[in-house]
């Protein structure tokens, strides 16, 4: 028999200040799993996304959600492909896990647990094995994925002051981010577009078309 194909998504989310990721419980063993859906040769990675997101965020309200999925915001990273049926004793299937950040507007009605590692990760844990495999590595990523990607930015709301972003790429990367250092940086990677109030700029926006230059620069050193 053929293994099947299943796309696994981690959902990452900063929505109540710091990393979760969302998990669901399986009614049929109890234990908590990752969402996700089985891929056929009609329904390849792209829809089998969609169709997961949707199901995981189907409670917020339409327009936002399919506004978000369309737009450059909604990215996946894909963290690795797994032979379950060599990890894993009668598993029969290849995972394709994928990183996804849900955004702070959409995150606290997404269907599931919000989880943070420490939880994902304690003696009393009900995470299933596989899952706990695919989220350590998924979780291995993310700092480099804060430097030299725009991970940081989907995780924010659209409008974010430069305080707001240097908090959580400190959280994410596990440094201490200078100020100062952070602001010349960002006006020298000239990435974002600023949102005037008054006689100063409190509020940014971050430019998409601009992005592929964190790929080498790096959003922080």
């Known amino acids: 028999m053929s293994a099947k194909t299943e796309l696994i998504l981690v ?4 929505h109540t200040g710091e990393l979760r990721i969302l998990v669901k ?4 063993t109890e234990k908590q799993t990752l969402p996700g859906t089985l891929l056929r040769a009609d329904f390849l990675q792209k829809s089998g996304l ?3 997101l949707r199901e995981i965020l189907s409670q917020c309200d339409a327009e936002e959600l399919s506004s978000w999925i369309a737009s450059s915001k909604c990215k996946d990273r894909v963290v690795d492909v797994y032979d379950r049926d060599l990890l894993f004793e009668g598993a029969q299937s290849v995972a394709i ?3 996804v950040a849900i955004p702070s507007e959409l995150a606290p009605d997404a269907r599931g647990l919000w989880l943070t590692p420490a939880e994902l990760f304690a003696e009393t844990s009900h995470l299933s094995h596989d899952c706990r495999l695919f989220i350590r590595d998924a979780l291995a990523s993310v700092p480099y994925w804060i430097r030299h990607s725009s991970l940081a930015f ?3 709301p659209k409008v974010f002051s430069i305080q707001d972003l240097r908090l959580l790429v400190g959280l994410l990367s596990g440094q201490d981010i200078d100020p100062g250092n952070f602001h010349r940086r960002l ?3 000239d990435l974002l577009n600023p949102l005037v ?3 100063r700029v409190h509020r940014w926006e971050f430019a998409w078309g601009k992005g592929e230059v964190l790929k080498g620069e790096g959003l922080i050193p």
């Open 11 to 14: 959902p990452v989310s900063t």
């Open 25 to 28: 419980r399986d009614s049929s």
């Open 50 to 52: 969609e169709y997961a």
């Open 97 to 99: 896990v994928r990183v």
């Open 154 to 156: 989907e995780l924010l």
């Open 187 to 189: 006006k020298r990677l």
């Open 197 to 199: 109030a008054g006689q």
